[in-house]
């Protein structure tokens, strides 16, 4: 909502304040110009205005101009807007001012056939003169204009535009300003180039900016220092050498990974699975991992900007997505805590009122490794939209859209909002970080009476509105469980990081008053706004056409090793046709209770208080729990693991797969971790490979502390033949064994070809072929 009276009054009382004017102007502007209806209250606002101020007349001429092109409007419009320049400048409104100089301008380069010449040196002008007092942020679409119309304007005047684009960017960077330094660099460097100017210091500069801002931010903060660096190489790879971006990644690494050891020690580096990764330490493969990430968020957020024109939409698609959320259903079967959950659980029925499910996705208590795995999710999206905002990608306008187009914040809350982004653009984090936490209540509370939820509570003697924390543990079916349980680990969970109360009572480190946490309250705010009003932003933008998605099982091989426990077992698993869910069914005879989980990329889990269930039966419930609240693919094609004969035959299979040879062998815990993948649990398989070695399918030989599984005796007859020889002990005798194929082989090979095997020598290589 543009609240322009309120606004109006704010910069009639203080002129300090007519910063907020002059942005609800920019927003009102925007949207007339895209042809979108104005709410009822700003409508309402307009009349209230007319006949004390000439905004409405205004207003009036740019929607019949931009909506029917009506030129004699436009031409009133332009008559209007100097008559407010005026008005503003007299009131030292020197924002406002400019905002009415840029609106001129524009209108008049949409009007075929006309110059802006004049306004543009109007605008010149006053700019010039009053540079220091006026916002960078209202200076900066004047000089993008200018280059949009540089055919209209002659070279003096260009050079005059260019002089004073450079004294901006050198004041900022006097200030250590750097975003707005660079800003207007960027600007800088396109009026070179228009006017066929030398553009090399310009880029110096740039680099510069960046080098000097990462020692700068170093001093604090080592993994804000990687960001700028990253950040510094993605817009000025094209002027640095080779040398010079190597030697900034690398610092950037280094950087990344000492910030990591002091600024998130909730990630622990033994949760890295180092076999598949490419680095030298955990700490470099987490550092590794979460630059992935965040250049995948970059990426999308780009692709989907560009694909649009529109940096708000790519937002509200990144708010969107799932899959920045962590999912707590996978996050505890990865420790399988579910103990006590039962006293939380909501409870589904079916349509004979017997309690048939329940789902744990309710329940209360945050899992106790949530924290390491929220902490890389999160700082990742942290550090993109950081950099986003750094390198000019996500601009201030872009948030001040979304807040527009949600309609719902009241006067005061939106000013506070507004200040917190004004000055977390400005890099004042801290100072945005103490507005932008309390105000995520107000947001909230907002949105909820703008869409006739009420956030109260019933008490004995009538209603009081909800804390925080009771709005988001009782809001589920608002927010969605898994933001929902987000939400209180962020703020207001003693079992999380509870921002919003260690702020409130002065608890907060300073070191934790910083940009990631900044930067992520604003993107939690806007989220929490588009997901309880999501059919404002949904009118406004549509469907999304693209949203960051958890992978799910399509073009995979089924892998049941997050599920498969050693008390608990695995009877029967299906995938849907198209291979997007997993479905797996698991039994605990402790419990007595049969769970059955729904993989679409997140994890859903229900429970059955019962066991040894037909397989009728489970289908049966199956269809009861699509019925009542999943969207569960009608055919599931299933396999099923509760007979005997299957388990053998699984694993006998994965033996098989692993044996090529006559000679050779597997040891027994590969085989257990194999099968454990295709849901047979490690209690199981070991009672199977008893049966399989009973029956003399396969043979279990002992060496070296390892249990060796063998389909035929020729291993054992080349390592008992070897080890009767003087001089080869069991070790090398067992490496020939390992060597040779089959006893064939073994018997044929000749002096240098037991020479191969390593520890064999000459002298040895003879004994054995004399033997």
Known sequence: MVRLLDRLQSAQSNEDKEIHFALALDSLFKNIEKGDELSEDTRLELEEMEGDYVLPEIVSNLKYWYNEENFESALDGLSDLEDAVKVAKSNNWLNTATQYHYQRIRLKSNLQGHSISDEAEGALDFIETNKSQISPRFILPLIEIVLE?????????LKRWEKLTGEVSQSHQEENEFNWQREYLRLLNELKYERGTDTGEVENRLIDSYRKEAELAGERSKLQKADILRSGIAECIEYMSKNERREWKKEALEARKSGMQSELKEIRPSDIDME?????????????????????YIKYFKNMKRATGSGSYALYCLALSSSLIPDPNRIRLSAEEYVFSTMFQKKLFSPEAHTFSVDPSDVESIPTNYNHFAAGKMTSLGNALYRLIKEGHLSISDVFHLFFIGNSLSAD???????????????????????????????????LRSIGRPAYTVVDRGTRQQLLGGLFRQGKDLFGKHFSLYLRYRYTSREGLNLRNRISHGQLRYINANYLNTVLTLFDILKCMITLNGSSYIEYFGIPQKTLSPPTYYGRDV?????????????????????????VIREDHHKETTEIFVDQGRINRYQIDDIG????????????????????????NFTWLDKEDLILHTVKEVINEKIESTADSVTRNVVLEEVK???????????ALRKLQEDEE????????????????????????LSKVDGVGSRIAWQAACHFDSKEEFCSADEDELQEVSGVGPERARKITDS
Do not use: C
């Not at 119309?149 to 005047?157: F, L, Q, Y």
């Not at 598949?276 to 995948?296: R, S």
């Not at 005796?713 to 390592?719: G, L, M, R």
């Open 698 to 721: 396969i043979l279990v030989f002992e060496i070296h502390d390892n249990k060796e599984i063998l389909l035929s005796k020729e291993k054992i007859q080349i390592f008992e033949n």
């Open 413 to 447: 809350t939106e000013a506070f909002l507004n200040e917190g982004v004004i000055d977390l653009y400005d890099e004042n984090h801290i100072q945005a970080l103490f507005i932008l936490i309390p105000h995520l209540e107000g947001a909230i509370v907002d949105t």
């Open 276 to 296: 598949n990764i490419d680095a030298e330490g955990p700490e470099e493969a987490i550092a590794n991992e979460m630059e992935h990430n965040t250049q995948v």
């Open 613 to 636: 269930l037909s397989r009728k039966k489970l289908k049966d419930e199956i269809d009861n729990l699509r019925d009542e609240n999943l969207k569960i693919p009608e055919n599931i």
């Open 559 to 583: 892998d049941l090793t997050l599920f498969t426990d050693l008390n608990k077992n695995i009877i029967g698993y299906g995938r849907s046709d198209d291979e997007h869910t997993l479905l």
């Open 677 to 687: 993948s295709r849901g047979i649990n490690e209690t199981v398989a070991k009672i």
């Open 149 to 157: 119309n540089t055919g209209d304007i002659s070279d003096d005047k």
